[in-house]
């Protein structure tokens, strides 16, 4: 047999909010259904069932919107719990296939098959035999792509969607991926899309064959990514848990030094936001965080305080750093340095995302992936804005500091394309930037 090139499955839920309310509730199963918020509410739509997909409705559209377009769907609201059960599940389920299973999101999932050909048959056997089981098991539908690496099993399982079996080999990029939308890529936003269609090439094949002097000149060093994408080079190896830092943290040095307590505590919000990000990316959600100062005079002291509950979110990290920073009375010093460190990652934030704190962690999930996007000034935390003070955070250090309400302000200069979703609640429009430079 020949197992020498991976054989790589992307796992893709359809439609997994809507799919688990008609799994619970046989009777919606067949209806539109719009996940997101009642009938009359101001959210919106976190997903829909393909029946209401039928009508237009699209993730991210207002639930307004949605009953306009689709008055007869049925409109519920987010359980979370009950997705990240299923999602428990699903995972559970995919480790009996192999153990190489990379976590992607709530509902996608890579596998790893490489190995099992010999145990369970060719690829394509073990993706049928894996619909079969998460159908019997959960009552759910997915799709799922095949493919040598992780770019062509994605795209496979996307252009499979909903409820099949893609395959997508190296004899593919010359053939079928020529004719697909650029955007088809993954990795190739909207906004990278109209700066291709500029330059004329909407297909695959056009960003395969274009010189790549003219991608150059366009995209400078994203060129060679692009073309890679074109060539459906990928990642071919899933990522096993990284060696988890022991502490992540940022600090800043001021062009001038600072005493005025208003930028003191706007920038520890800043660096305490970038620090709870890294955390996040990591995986990791820390209990106790580090605040550092240097005065003019070089004197350097620190304050830490460590808390029984996970610090999860930006918003609960800011206000444990503000607290610490209460503490420390800098007065009418003049500060040089300020810093923000998180440490003791005993819990893997993604476990909290799943089932704790998810609504306040999708929150900061969802802000990482406008920061990933559109880059670190799209949306701040403004928590420190206004002279606000994390309330709680000063007085309860072992309970776990009380979270200041999530409030995020778009950064200046925001092309404001944030995508509502799951965690669309909590954004609230204009605000100033913050002045920190690290
Ligand atoms: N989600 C959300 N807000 C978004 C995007 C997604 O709340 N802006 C949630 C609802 C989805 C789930 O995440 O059910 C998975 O996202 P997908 O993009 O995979 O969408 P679906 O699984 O709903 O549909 P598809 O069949 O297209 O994968
Ligand atoms: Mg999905």
Request: charged share 20%; net charge positive; aromatic share 4%.
């Amino acid at each position: 047999m020949f197992v020498s090139q991976r054989a790589l499955l992307h796992v893709d839920m359809d439609a997994f909010f809507a799919a688990v309310e008609q799994a619970r509730r046989p009777e919606l199963r067949g209806l539109p259904v719009v996940v997101g918020g009642e009938r009359g509410g101001r959210g919106v739509v976190s997903t829909c069932s393909y029946e209401a997909r039928a009508f237009g409705v699209r993730t991210a559209m207002p639930i307004g919107q949605a009953v306009r377009l689709c008055p007869q769907a049925v409109f519920l609201p987010v359980d979370m719990k009950a997705y990240a059960a299923a999602h428990h599940r699903l995972v559970e389920l995919f480790r009996t296939v192999t153990d190489l299973v990379e976590v992607v999101s709530i509902d996608e999932a890579r596998l790893d098959v490489t190995g099992s050909r010999l145990l369970f048959g060719p690829p394509r056997a073990i993706a049928r035999r894996l619909q079969e089981q998460v159908h019997d098991a959960c009552g759910l539908g997915c799709s799922i792509g095949i493919g040598p690496n992780v770019l062509l099993a994605k795209l496979a399982a996307e252009l499979a969607k909903p409820g099949g079996i893609g395959e997508l080999g190296e004899a593919d990029v010359r053939g079928r991926l020529r004719d697909l939308p650029v955007g088809e890529l993954h990795g190739v936003g909207p906004a990278t899309e109209e700066r291709l269609a500029a330059l004329g090439l909407t297909t695959v094949g056009m960003l395969q064959d274009v010189p790549f002097a003219v991608l150059a000149a366009a995209f400078g060093r994203g060129a060679h990514g692009l073309r890679q994408l074109a060539f459906g080079r990928g990642v071919t190896t899933l990522r096993r848990a990284p060696a988890a830092p022991k502490s992540v943290g940022h600090e800043t040095t001021f062009s001038e030094d600072v005493n005025d307590a208003e930028t003191l505590r706007r920038t520890l919000v800043a660096l305490a936001d970038r620090a709870a990000a890294d955390a996040r990316r990591h995986g990791l959600a820390p209990h106790t965080v580090t605040v550092k100062v240097r005065f003019s005079t070089f004197h350097t002291v620190t304050r830490r305080r460590t808390s029984a509950r996970p610090l999860a979110t930006a918003p609960a990290v800011a206000a444990a750093a503000l607290g610490l920073l209460d503490e420390l009375a800098v007065g009418a010093r003049w500060v040089r340095l300020l810093g923000v460190v998180v440490s003791s990652f005993r819990h893997g934030a993604s476990q909290l995302t799943l089932d704790d704190g998810w609504r306040e962690v999708a929150l900061a999930e969802a802000v990482d992936r406008v920061h990933r996007r559109y880059g670190s000034g799209a949306l701040r935390l403004a928590g420190g804005l206004g002279g606000r003070r994390g309330p709680g955070a000063a007085t309860a250090p072992e309970s776990g500091p009380g979270e200041p309400p999530p409030l995020f302000a778009r950064g200046a200069g925001d092309p404001a394309t944030a995508r509502p979703g799951v965690a669309g609640r909590g954004f609230a429009a204009a605000s100033r930037a913050l002045p920190a430079r690290t």
